[in-house]
């Protein structure tokens, strides 16, 4: 079955303690991506990713990591987690950045930072 | 820059009644607009899209939207309303630019509350 996985889906954490969440897709597609959802806010980009060991900003970077070492996998790292990282976390796929099909999106993790 | 409006927070509708959920964007040049449901707990599912051809765009469980491209407007339809529709949804728009990533822009999201 073609899907994004992501994992943990419920993580609950403390500040300043580092923490990953994988994203892990086997359409072997190209562009990967991580948006966060915050209430009145909408999806917003943090990072994407158009191949491996290509990783750019997106709109909202700042207290966030990535790497694509792999095409399958896109982790998503928060080396000093703050409480106004307490979001739902997306991670999302799509064949190519020419591509016009639909994102595939995971099933979301719920993160709070005390 | 691109952007996404989703101009009603909340829409309330009885079952068996039409359903119309909003969105206007903006974007320099030509869009692609999407549209994306959330039910709780849910990740982001796709409904439809518009890419180009005809406006009136059908997708998924029954709905549909209409492109307007001068009222730069992309409304998700649904002729007969099912509690089963109750969700977040969500519309986007997507810039395709050569040598760019594909960015995706989203709106805010409009809650669908559908009730007997």
């Given at each position: 079955?073609?899907?994004?996985?992501?994992?943990?889906?419920?993580l609950i954490t403390v500040t300043g303690k580092k923490l990953t969440v994988?994203?892990?897709?086997?359409?072997?597609?190209?562009?990967?991506?991580?948006?966060?959802?915050?209430?009145?806010?909408?999806?917003?980009?943090?990072?994407?990713?158009?191949?491996?060991?290509?990783?750019?900003?997106?709109?909202?970077?700042e207290g966030y990591k990535?790497?694509?070492?792999?095409?399958?996998?896109?982790?998503?790292i928060l080396e000093s987690p703050s409480p106004n990282q307490t979001s739902?976390y997306?991670?999302?796929?799509?064949?190519?950045?020419?591509?016009?099909?639909?994102?595939?999106?995971?099933?979301?993790?719920r993160l709070t930072v005390l | 820059?691109?952007?996404?409006?989703?101009?009603?927070?909340?829409?309330?509708?009885?079952?068996?009644?039409?359903?119309?959920?909003?969105?206007?964007?903006?974007?320099?040049?030509?869009?692609?607009?999407?549209?994306?449901?959330?039910?709780?707990?849910?990740?982001?599912?796709?409904?439809?899209?518009?890419?180009?051809?005809?406006?009136?765009?059908?997708?998924?469980?029954?709905?549909?939207?209409?492109?307007?491209?001068?009222?730069?407007?992309?409304?998700?339809?649904?002729?007969?309303?099912?509690?089963?529709?109750?969700?977040?949804?969500?519309?986007?728009?997507?810039?395709?630019?050569?040598?760019?990533?594909?960015?995706?822009?989203?709106?805010?999201?409009?809650?669908?509350?559908?009730?007997?």
């Amino acid at each position: 079955e073609a899907q994004v996985t992501q994992n943990p889906r419920y993580l609950i954490t403390v500040t300043g303690k580092k923490l990953t969440v994988t994203c892990s897709q086997n359409m072997n597609h190209e562009y990967m991506s991580w948006y966060r959802q915050d209430p009145g806010l909408g999806l917003r980009q943090i990072y994407y990713s158009m191949n491996v060991e290509v990783t750019d900003k997106g709109d909202v970077p700042e207290g966030y990591k990535v790497s694509r070492k792999e095409k399958r996998n896109f982790p998503l790292i928060l080396e000093s987690p703050s409480p106004n990282q307490t979001s739902l976390y997306f991670c999302a796929s799509i064949r190519d950045v020419r591509s016009y099909n639909e994102q595939f999106f995971g099933p979301g993790t719920r993160l709070t930072v005390l | 820059a691109q952007s996404v409006a989703q101009p009603e927070d909340q829409v309330n509708v009885a079952e068996g009644n039409p359903l119309t959920v909003k969105c206007t964007y903006s974007v320099s040049g030509n869009p692609y607009l999407f549209w994306y449901v959330q039910y709780p707990n849910r990740g982001l599912q796709f409904l439809l899209k518009y890419i180009t051809g005809d406006n009136l765009v059908k997708g998924s469980y029954g709905f549909e939207a209409e492109f307007n491209k001068s009222q730069t407007s992309f409304h998700l339809k649904k002729p007969s309303a099912l509690v089963s529709d109750s969700a977040l949804y969500f519309c986007a728009v997507r810039l395709i630019n050569t040598g760019t990533a594909s960015k995706l822009t989203f709106g805010t999201g409009t809650r669908l509350q559908v009730t007997l």
